[in-house]
Each structure stands twice: as structure tokens, then as C-alpha cells.
């Protein structure tokens, strides 16, 4: 049982150095991808930008008071009902943002896959740590229980001793 015992810890202490191995190879390629080129900066701030509350808020307000400006013909009713100009001005704005914020998510979600990986890295090593203890404590229990059995083999002589003479 030691033979497969120290086997079993040799193996599980190789797991755990490659484990550590791998956290520091992330630690590394994290703190390299810590530097954003400019095209990742400028995605992340449309995206950022665009899913704001100022931004809806100001959008609404633009949307508003250029429907009404047409409608009620302030100034010359440059896009009147039903607001093609509008409707382009809207499209164009979505056509040109949707790019950005999909080069924003595809960045994001590579962070998660990547963290993802992390703490099944983590999972995996403290189940292993977790398996190795419960080794040593099965070893600790074998032993003591070898320990009880030559002590009851010893009061046994003693008891078969003690008969033998009375």
C-alpha cells in the first residue's frame, strides 16, 4: 500500500506543479495583454459609451426634439413624417457602432474563456490537494490500525501468558 501510495502523491505533486506552472504561464500572458493596442481602447470606450444611460438619455432627446423640429416645423422641415433622413442617420449609427461593440465582446469573452480555464485549473488542483489528504489520512488510519492490532496481539500473549501460569 505505500508503493501505491507514494506512486499515487508522486503523481498528484506533478499535477500540482504543472498546475502552478500553468497559473504563472496566465499571470504572465495576462499582464502582457494588460497593454491594449489603441483599436481595443477605442472599441471598448464606444461600448462602453453606447450602453450607457447618458447616452440613451441623450439619444431620446435628440430622437425628440428632431421628430418635433419636423413635425411642428420650426426651421424648414428638413426630414418630415415618417423621418427617412431619420431612419438612415439611425441605421448608418448602428452599422458603424455594431463592429466596435462586437470586437469589445469578442475581447471580453476571450477574458472569460481565459478565466474560465483559470479556476478550473484552481478546482482541479484543490480536489487533488483535497484527494491527497484523504490518502494520508487512509495511511494514518492503516497505521494506527496496524498499531492497535500488534497491541492487541501483544494482550493477547500477555492474556494467553497470564492463563497458561493460573
Known amino acids: 500500500m505505500t508503493n501505491i501510495h507514494s506512486i499515487g ?91 466596435f461593440i462586437m470586437m469589445s465582446q469578442n475581447r471580453q469573452s476571450a477574458i472569460d474563456r481565459a478565466e474560465a480555464k483559470g479556476d478550473y485549473d484552481v478546482n482541479r488542483k484543490a480536489e487533488l490537494e483535497i484527494e491527497l489528504l484523504h490518502q494520508k489520512f487512509d495511511l494514518l488510519r492503516e497505521r494506527e490500525f496496524a498499531e492497535l492490532l500488534a497491541i492487541i496481539g501483544k494482550l493477547e500473549a500477555r492474556i494467553e501468558a497470564l492463563t497458561a501460569k493460573g
Open 9 to 99: 502523491t508522486q503523481l498528484h505533486d506533478e499535477e500540482i506543479a504543472l498546475l502552478n506552472t500553468l497559473r504563472a504561464a496566465r499571470r504572465k500572458a495576462r499582464a502582457d495583454q494588460a497593454a491594449l493596442t489603441t483599436g481595443q481602447k477605442v472599441a471598448d470606450a464606444v461600448a462602453a459609451g453606447m450602453g450607457s444611460w447618458p447616452f440613451i438619455i441623450i439619444q431620446s432627446v435628440m430622437l425628440v426634439a428632431w421628430m418635433t423640429a419636423n413635425v411642428i416645423g420650426f426651421i424648414q422641415a428638413w426630414d418630415p413624417y415618417p423621418f427617412i433622413l431619420l431612419n438612415l442617420v439611425l441605421s448608418f449609427q448602428a452599422a458603424y457602432a455594431a463592429p
